[in-house]
């Protein structure tokens, strides 16, 4: 009976020790996790109309890269794009982008960027600068982006649940 019990004092204790370093774990990688956005970047074509309505200041990207002037003795890898043949219309045609188009809003504590659309938006992408972390919460009217750094909190608040979509964009 003593070899019984000590059997499960050792199982009872295994036990413990076990739903202890998982408990942990899954703390530690939730707590790490919480402020990761997964939704994958959209990659959307910027046309000549959507470069001249962005209202942010260009930015300059680390995954850039600048390519050297073309020297006439090289072939191009690929065909130069057609010439377009058709007369340019005095209307906008629409954005390639399923929804509208696309603004950056540059802030002291990262780059949230929107596809705003007539009647809602999407998040591109959000990016914390330096020093700031980042969380962001969805639902079906409205979509907010927080960095924060120490006590410092910038908002990027995109609403659209009664109206087209606006972007506010709040320090505090």
């Known amino acids: 009976m003593a070899a019984m019990r000590r059997g499960l004092i050792h199982v009872l204790a295994w036990s413990l020790a076990t739903g202890a370093a998982v408990t942990l774990s899954w703390w530690g990688v939730h707590t790490v996790m919480a402020g990761t956005a997964y939704d994958p970047p959209r990659?959307?074509?910027?046309?000549?109309?959507?470069?001249?309505?962005?209202?942010?200041?260009p930015l300059a990207s680390s995954t850039a890269r600048s390519t050297?002037?073309?020297?006439?003795s090289r072939t191009p890898s690929r065909a130069p794009a057609p010439s377009p043949s058709k007369t340019p219309?005095?209307?906008?045609?629409?954005?390639?982008?399923a929804s509208?188009?696309?603004?950056?809003?540059?802030?002291?504590?990262?780059?949230?960027?929107?596809?705003?659309?007539r009647t809602s938006a999407t998040?591109?992408?959000?990016?914390?600068?330096?020093?700031?972390?980042?969380?962001v919460w969805k639902t079906e009217t409205w979509i907010r982006v927080e960095f924060a750094s120490g006590a410092d909190r910038v908002s990027v608040f995109c609403t659209w649940h009664d109206s087209a979509p606006r972007v506010e964009v709040g320090t505090y």
Request: charged letters at 15%.
């Open 68 to 72: 050297p002037p073309a020297s006439p």
């Open 123 to 135: 998040l591109v992408s959000a990016t914390p600068g330096a020093g700031w972390s980042m969380q």
């Open 43 to 57: 990659a959307l074509p910027i046309t000549a109309a959507d470069a001249t309505t962005q209202e942010s200041r």
């Open 89 to 97: 219309t005095t209307t906008p045609s629409p954005s390639p982008s």
């Open 100 to 117: 509208g188009q696309v603004k950056s809003y540059d802030t002291e504590g990262g780059r949230a960027v929107f596809d705003l659309g």
